[in-house]
């Protein structure tokens, strides 16, 4: 593992076992985030464990943590390998994706437009990162999900919310590559300040249009970087 920003973690975030989990959990996302392991990968969790400065007990807890988000495949007998991104999956997740979303739109217009300042406070998350001079894209894949769970929570029918939890992390290796794009980040803001101001205006066939066309955007964009970095 050449080439890997590994170094013993902070010991104020080892005090205890959950406090181990966490710490190793968010080190290894964000350096996956990075692009700092190949897809495709196998992870030696001794290996890791060492360079940390941990136990293996942490370390296997955080994989599994990432193998439930999609960052991480385990295969058995074989070992854990880094998740890879390949196109035809992007394709069928981001169908599914858009026919939930619109989906949830469509049955929870109402209540989304009244609760409009949900959204805003989110909007607002999202940008403040991005206005920043540099960030890892880790607070911002969570603001990214939470916008996005919140607009399919308003459907009512928590079987949707969950299959939609179990499908949308195996997006989330290429989504680490789409929120390192400053230039679609920058496009992202646009997009969002959009959609807030539809759901203010209860605009909802100009909403509905709204979200189609980011996430068709979206996908967009992520096929063309997949392509550019090779991740398959």
């Known amino acids: ?13 080892l005090e205890g076992q959950q406090d ?25 969790a001794a290996d890791i464990a060492e360079k940390l400065g941990v ?13 439930a988000e ?12 880094v998740k890879g991104v390949y196109r035809e999956d992007l394709m069928q997740i981001f169908g599914y994706r858009e026919m939930v979303e619109l989906y949830a739109l469509d049955v929870g217009f109402e209540a989304l437009s009244r609760d409009w300042a949900r959204i805003a406070e989110i909007i607002r998350e999202f940008d403040s990162l991005i206005g920043q001079e540099s960030w890892d ?4 894949m969570e603001a990214d ?28 290796m290429a989504r680490a590559y789409y929120l390192q794009d400053l230039h679609r980040m920058r496009q992202s803001h646009d997009e969002h300040q959009a959609f807030l101001q539809a759901l203010r205006d209860g605009d909802k066939p100009g ?13 967009h964009n992520i096929l063309k970087l997949i392509e550019i970095y090779k991740v398959f």
């Open 1 to 13: 593992m050449t080439g890997k920003s590994f170094e013993s973690l902070n010991k104020a975030d």
């Open 20 to 44: 181990r989990k966490e710490a190793v959990y968010r080190k290894l996302k964000v350096m996956m985030m990075r692009r700092e392991f190949t897809p495709n990968e196998r992870i030696d």
């Open 145 to 172: 999900i939470k916008l996005h769970k919140t607009i399919v929570s308003y459907a009512g029918n928590k079987l949707i919310g969950d299959s939609y939890d179990k499908l949308n992390g195996h997006v989330q």
């Open 70 to 81: 999609g960052f991480v495949t385990t295969v058995p007998r074989q070992g854990i390998y």
């Open 207 to 219: 909403a509905m249009r709204l979200l189609k066309q980011h996430l068709e955007m979206t996908l």
């Open 137 to 140: 894209g880790f607070e911002l």
């Open 55 to 67: 136990s293996r007990t942490p370390v296997r807890d955080a994989l599994n943590m990432l193998d």
